[in-house]
């Protein structure tokens, strides 16, 4: 749970002056953005109606301070800040039976990243991963978006991933095959604010009822997003992706 700042939870009246002023289409966590060769869209405002929005408060669960906190049954990932403070951000988690849980830790973390689907995805998906199964270079196309935290346990590489994501209506839900998906925005803030190595826990049941019982099973189970090879692998896709600029990554944002 979340104490939300005054900033984050309300804001000033504006006087009625009679004149018409044209909001814009997003809020100002989510602007476009300039990163790597890339414009990066807005992030519309369907999508982060309520509590699915980056926010910033006092931190009221369990994890210690300086890491990762994730509740894949709210929806929210938390970085704890070493002063009790935390940013909440709304996230994309996996279909039931998915989702890693426990204690691990943030190996690595890298700006636009390639994919490639693991053997087991391929094996229980084959209709949603086999096209893939020779990967997609960072760029546009790939499915990890413009960051990605590595999280490994015991040493080893888990394959799971805190990522961006470009399906925007997977925010808030869970329909991933266990990766934990941000907004592209979230994802460079976080990228921007985290060192490695760090902790990251992934809350059981239990412990999501037990700290934020008011958003428990936020959200709906979505089936998974099929895109055909074409759109990622076909030619004139190909041909309008071009390497990300790695030494022109947003670091003020």
Known sequence: MLLASGAAACAPRVPDTGIVVEMPAFLPEYPPLQDAGYDLPPIPLEYTQGINRRMEGVYTGEAPRGSIDVDPYAKFLYHVKM??????????????????????????????????????????????????????????????????????????????????????????????????????????????????????????????LRVDPEYFNRGVEQ???????????????????REPQRDQLASNF
């Open 83 to 208: 002063d009790g403070t935390a940013t909440r951000y709304p996230v994309g988690v996996g279909r039931q039976g998915r989702t890693l849980s426990g204690l691990a830790t943030i190996q690595l973390k890298k700006a636009w990243p390639g994919w490639t689907p693991t053997a087991n995805m391929i094996r229980t998906e084959p209709e949603v991963y086999s096209d893939f199964r020779g990967g997609i270079p960072g760029g546009l196309r790939s499915p990890l978006g413009a960051r990605a935290l590595y999280i490994y346990r015991n040493g080893r590489d888990t394959y799971y991933r805190v990522h961006g994501t470009n399906d925007l209506a997977s925010i808030g839900n869970s329909g991933s095959a266990g990766c934990i998906r941000m907004f592209n925005q979230d994802i460079i803030h976080l990228y921007n604010n985290v060192t490695t190595p760090m902790t990251i826990n992934i809350r059981s049941e239990a412990e999501s």
């Open 223 to 241: 089936p998974p997003t099929i895109i055909s090879a074409d759109e990622l692998l076909g030619p004139a896709a190909v041909s309008a992706d």
